[in-house]
């Protein structure tokens, strides 16, 4: 009735109790301090030249796959199978639109020049819109063909939104100054190459 009760053995101390693990948990505030970094960096000089460097590098490899068509650095309006099939193909035809700003400029040049002469101004500004319209035509008739290529090709959901227009502006700039720049030559037709 009077017994003793046994004595508990000591509550081991949590800073030494190890689970399995080979040291000690760490405290709340020890494992945040740990965990903590510095929103600006010490060397502020230091980090941002790193990141112009980077920024640099990223820059150079999308220039150099502008140049060879390495769709893993080019900007993402750019990649992909699809797009790189539309720029083939309005790359491989002689478009209108192409011309259109050498013919513009000669006819602004002549318009110009001949100032006095209204009748060759009117006539300029009649050929003017004809290279304009004529130039624009030629390009829905390229887009429609190109969609109906890339739907034999691809399914819906691996042709970006948009390529028809990405396709159309393509054609109205010089063969020299497109970006990426062409990978194929004149005639040689992207559905022909797949075919073959």
């Not at 081991?12 to 190890?18: E, H, L, N, S, Y």
């Not at 230091?46 to 900007?75: H, N, S, V």
């Not at 691809?154 to 502006?169: H, I, N, R």
């Amino acid at each position: 009735m009077f017994s003793r009760k046994p004595a508990e053995p000591p509550a081991p101390d949590p800073a030494v109790v190890t689970s399995g693990k080979g040291h000690a948990t760490p405290k709340r505030k020890e494992a945040q301090a740990a965990r903590q970094r510095p929103l600006v960096t010490a060397d502020r000089k230091a980090a941002k030249k790193a990141e112009r460097a980077r920024r640099d590098e990223a820059y150079a490899r999308q220039q150099q796959a502008m140049i060879t068509g390495d769709d893993r650095y080019l900007p993402l309006r750019d990649r992909g199978p699809a797009r790189r099939f539309a720029r083939n193909y309005v790359d491989a035809r002689t478009s209108l639109g192409e011309l259109f700003m050498p013919i513009a400029f000669l006819i602004l040049l002549v318009m110009m020049l001949a100032g006095r002469y209204p009748q060759i101004a009117w006539s300029m500004t009649i050929s003017m819109y004809l290279v304009v319209f004529g130039a624009m035509i030629d390009s829905l008739v390229m887009v429609y063909f190109l969609r109906r290529h890339l739907s034999r090709r691809f399914a819906a959901d691996e042709v970006p939104s948009w390529t028809g227009l990405y396709a159309f502006q393509r054609s109205f700039m010089l063969r020299r100054f497109r970006m990426p720049k062409p990978q194929n030559k004149r005639g040689e037709w992207p559905h022909k190459a797949t075919a073959a």
